[in-house]
């Protein structure tokens, strides 16, 4: 058998909330390429095993993590087993969005993209089911993508193993923006439905509010720059300063302390950054512009705390 030119991995877990035959079912609908020249693989993230009869109905590889560790450990699991050209993640509780949409992969694939990336739809409930559109350049989300597999080789970039809940934010921020190539498709290649016993949405979404570990991605993310691409390492601290004013507005964090604490350590990590001249100016102005651009959404966002938000991030930097 030759080389597949597509890995689709398909972490799950039966706890929350897959959906595994309805996802197997818009790939095995897919038309316009050959099914035989794509691999599934589906891991199990450390809970009960999915129902021998759907394992043996559909064309999947089946791998198991011992233990739960998180969407993140499960697709680099997937990886490291993986032989596809190209690399696409679909989460266990959601979905292709039509039958043509592994077609549009593919001939994209041709010229060797490092990335391709395509919009998606939202599954909400707004009076009944609707959905809502996200466009085709989305940094924080691992689906309506595929990687290329040598290209993620040659970067080293892995899934990180410490992060449970924002492991998109790290992986595909960094996937994309150190990209020599990206590939926009234009029709939506994704549904990613409603499910409340999620990772994102489970206990009142509780992620949302763990606004200390989007920070820490955010780090880690630096950190990776720094030996992979470091002329990006102060633009990107500046960008992430301004975005830790606007986040914290939009999900108020429920440990505020924790907060705090890792931003200190990205201040830290990155101080030489922070004391360049003019450093709180451009803060500033990133975080207003981050504002501006979100009110629509976000009405009650407001900058009478910027000031006060720079001025603790100096008086942080200089006792750090």
Request: aromatic share 10%; hydrophobic share 45%.
């Amino acid at each position: 058998m030759s080389r597949p030119w597509l890995s689709l991995i398909i972490p799950y877990h039966l706890a929350y909330g897959a959906d595994l035959e309805r996802a197997l079912d818009s790939v095995m609908a897919q038309i316009g390429i050959d099914l035989t020249a794509i691999e599934i693989l589906l891991v199990n993230d450390g809970g009960p095993a999915a129902p021998q009869r759907l394992l043996t109905r559909y064309p999947v590889r089946h791998l198991t993590l011992t233990t739960n560790a998180g969407a993140g450990v499960a697709r680099q699991y997937g990886m490291d087993q993986a032989c596809g050209d190209y690399l696409m993640f679909i989460d266990a509780d959601d979905l292709l969005a039509s039958p043509i949409v592994l077609n549009a992969f593919e001939r994209a694939a041709r010229q060797a993209p490092d990335v391709i990336t395509a919009p998606f739809w939202q599954e909400v409930k707004d009076q009944g089911i609707t959905y809502i559109p996200h466009a085709s350049i989305d940094r924080s989300a691992a689906y309506a993508k595929a990687y290329r597999r040598a290209y993620l080789d040659a970067l080293g970039l892995r899934w990180h193993p410490a992060l449970r809940v924002y492991e998109d934010l790290y992986f595909v921020s960094l996937a994309v923006d150190l990209a020599a190539t990206v590939a926009t498709l234009t029709q939506p290649a994704y549904i990613w439905r409603l499910n409340q016993a999620s990772t994102g949405r489970r206990d009142h979404h509780a992620m949302a509010s763990a606004m200390e570990v989007w920070v820490e991605a955010q780090r880690m993310r630096l950190q990776f720059l720094r030996t992979h691409a470091p002329q990006r390492c102060g633009h990107d601290f500046y960008e992430c300063l301004g975005d830790v004013y606007v986040h914290a507005q939009i999900y108020p964090p429920a440990r505020l302390n924790a907060v705090r604490r890792q931003v200190r350590l990205l201040l830290v990590e990155n101080i030489e950054f922070w004391r360049r001249p003019g450093a709180a100016r451009l803060v500033q102005a990133i975080a207003t512009r981050r504002l501006q651009n979100r009110r629509l959404q976000w009405p009650a966002l407001s900058l009478a705390g910027l000031p006060a938000y720079t001025a603790w991030l100096e008086e942080q930097a200089w006792t750090s």
